[in-house]
């Protein structure tokens, strides 16, 4: 006896597999953004102002005055001045979470702590040079000045943290080795 076997039909998917919905078609209301060619022609007006976009697209940009170019490269240096002080929320947090414990982790916090602000501090005319220009120097020194106190004060969060963890010599315990024993002015002796 044979079977007589069924074809099963074919899954959805399968089916808009091989046949993709049809492209939509751009909503009449609604405009091209600014610097998009539009692809559709809503009325003859439009059409007039397509054609201007499309010679104003095909000339090419005129290049940015000295003055520009400076506003723009002080803005990048402001950009680049305030970097330090961004990431200073998670290193107070991760400070904060690493404990007041001598361990590894919290010592290698302290490290970074200490060590990304000097060589920040060390290399803070190499991060402006190629922003510092003979028209804008004065203005570049002010963001330098900026720089410099950002980094301050990720250093000062490195010092608060290792105070914290009891490292600073700050109490007067911490100095008896250099104390010199007091001399008493009188003795007691105890009465039989």
């Known amino acids: ?6 074809p099963r039909p074919l899954p959805n998917w399968v089916s808009e597999l091989n046949k993709p919905p049809a492209v939509r078609t751009k909503n009449a209301g609604i405009v091209d ?10 009325s003859s007006g439009s059409k007039k ?3 201007a976009k499309d010679t ?3 000339q ?7 003055e520009e170019m400076d506003k ?10 305030l970097g330090p002080i961004k990431g200073l929320p998670m290193t107070a947090i991760m400070m904060y979470m690493s404990g007041n414990s001598l361990q590894i982790f919290s010592i290698m916090m302290v490290f970074m702590a200490f060590k990304n602000p000097i060589i ?12 510092e220009t003979e028209t804008n120097r004065d203005k570049i020194f002010q963001v330098k000045a900026a720089y410099v106190l950002m980094q301050l004060v990720a250093l000062g969060l490195g010092i608060w943290k290792v105070n914290s963890m009891g490292l600073f010599p700050t109490t007067r315990s911490d100095w008896l080795a ?15």
């Open 1 to 6: 006896m044979s079977e007589l076997i069924i």
């Open 33 to 42: 953004p600014p610097g998009y060619p539009s692809s559709q022609v809503v």
């Open 49 to 51: 102002r397509d054609a």
């Open 56 to 58: 104003k697209a095909a």
């Open 60 to 66: 090419p940009r005129k290049a940015p005055t000295g």
């Open 72 to 81: 723009l490269k002080l803005k990048k240096a402001w950009e680049v001045a």
């Open 120 to 131: 920040g501090i060390l290399a803070t005319n190499q991060a402006f040079e190629r922003f």
């Open 178 to 192: 250099w104390e010199l024993q007091r001399e008493p002015l009188e003795f007691a002796v105890p009465a039989l």
